[in-house]
């Protein structure tokens, strides 16, 4: 996400380190870059033009900082800006005081819409809120199918009225539904459209007037840049949407479309896609964002993620484990499928402060299924105690997850290794300092 804009602009800054006090002529050299850096990631030319204006004038207008050199100052004031022109503020559902919260999504086709309504239903289960799903889209074929495969893998019900009917009455019957079902959530799915078609648009009108929901949401690709701007622009002009939906943004190396509309349009954006999966689906938040474009990480997001996947009473008893040094390959199992809860491990990387910038490093998820395989091909006696694993078990393993005998050997030195590093960490927290029985914390 942003690679190419994130490794521009922190060329830009290194540059402005190395040069000690700035003066004026420094400044706009790096903004001369920063804009070719923007505009490269396809941002709109206006919002280039007024951002770069904002920055110039703080950045010229501005005392450095005592504590802090004058690279760091600008670094700073384009934090700020970006945050700024992100939204500011957190922008949150507008849920209803009471009854039924009602949600509208409408979009082009193919830009995720459907699977957004079902990782919108994982979300709001996720948050404690019970959501129906509504198929109003009666033009695509077996789009009412795939609404309600998504309802079963996150186990939302979905309302797709009866044959014959418009998607009109569809959607006004659900809300009845819903109401009797005890569904405080409604969640509509529209028909997309390949552009703006008038007849399709007048429906979604129709639709609208007849819920009244209390959010329209525009599920936008955010790979379509400029194109992305533009109709959203449009449909904000007939539907008065209330929110965004950015989807895809995990494989968007440029950024153009996170960084315009929400400027170009007035309307914030409200939740972000980073994923295939449907847990891939987080509410959007400037100031984490315009760390991430940055390279500053995103430490906030990375916990939220880790208190949602990791189960609390595991880690008690993992940290148990560790203090009694029997730590085995069932924990190191269940360590993986953790990790890989929370999303790509490039992913996860990304948001550790200084660890996204670096180069050279690949992340090999195929590596991590493949250790995760040779401990499934294991016995639970082997797992517990792999000392035991001898020349015969190494072959029956190998035949079992399809590798050779030199790679479960190597996997397991590997583990081996890791293993005395974590008791070697273990021992040293544990030593008692001061008092005798006083032992720092794990």
């Known amino acids: 996400m942003f690679d190419s804009l994130t490794d521009k602009l922190q060329g830009v800054f290194a540059r402005l380190r190395g040069r000690g006090r700035l003066t004026e002529k420094d400044i706009d050299e790096a903004l001369r870059e920063v804009r070719l850096a923007l505009l490269e990631a396809d941002v709109h030319y206006r919002v280039v033009k007024e951002f770069l204006q904002r920055v110039r004038e703080r950045a010229i207008g501005t005392e450095v900082f005592e504590s802090l050199s004058g690279a760091q ?11 700024a022109l992100l939204g500011g503020s957190d922008a949150r559902v507008q849920f209803a005081p009471k009854g039924q919260t009602v949600l509208m999504l409408c979009g082009l086709q193919g830009s995720g819409k459907t699977t957004t309504c079902g990782k919108l239903a994982g979300w709001m289960r996720r948050h404690g809120r019970h959501a129906l799903l509504v198929a109003c889209d009666i033009y695509r074929p077996a789009a009412r199918r795939q609404l309600e495969v998504l309802g079963e893998q996150i186990k939302a019900p979905v309302y797709g009225g009866s044959q014959g009917q418009s998607p009109v009455q569809i959607a006004r019957d659900a809300l009845r539904h819903a109401a009797v079902n005890g569904n405080d959530v409604v969640i509509v799915d529209t028909a997309g459209r390949l552009h703006i078609d008038e007849a399709m648009m007048e429906e979604l009108a129709q639709i609208r007037e007849a819920i009244q929901p209390h959010e329209t949401l525009l599920v936008v690709d955010a790979m379509t840049g400029q194109d992305a701007v533009n109709f959203a622009t449009d449909f904000h002009t007939r539907l008065s949407v209330s929110g965004f939906v950015l989807t895809k943004l995990d494989g968007d190396a440029r950024g153009g479309a996170a960084l315009s509309i929400r400027h170009v349009t007035g309307v914030p954006v409200k939740f972000v896609g980073m994923g295939e999966k449907l847990d891939n689906l987080d509410a959007f938040h400037p100031d984490r964002m315009a760390s991430r474009i940055l390279g500053m990480g995103d430490v906030l997001t990375l916990i939220e993620r880790a208190e949602e996947t990791v189960d609390q009473r595991k880690a008690q008893e993992m940290e148990q484990r ?8 069932n924990d190191f199992l269940e360590q993986m499928q953790q990790v890989r809860k ?38 639970p006696e082997e797992r517990s105690d792999p000392s035991i694993i001898g020349g015969g078990r190494k072959r029956r393993i190998a035949a079992g997850c399809g590798m050779t005998v030199q790679e479960i050997n190597q996997f397991l030195r590997q583990f081996e290794g890791m293993r005395q590093m ?21």
């Open 342 to 379: 929370m999303g790509p491990l490039e992913q996860v990387l990304g948001m550790i402060p200084g660890m996204g910038s670096l180069k050279g490093v690949q992340i090999d998820e195929k590596a991590v299924a493949r250790q995760e395989a040779i401990v499934k091909s294991m016995t």
């Open 322 to 329: 560790l203090r009694e040094d029997r730590f085995d390959l």
């Open 422 to 442: 974590v008791r070697s960490m273990v021992g040293r927290r544990s030593k008692p300092r001061g008092r005798r029985g006083f032992r720092l914390p794990i």
């Open 73 to 83: 100052t600008v670094v700073r004031i384009v934090h700020s800006e970006l945050t």
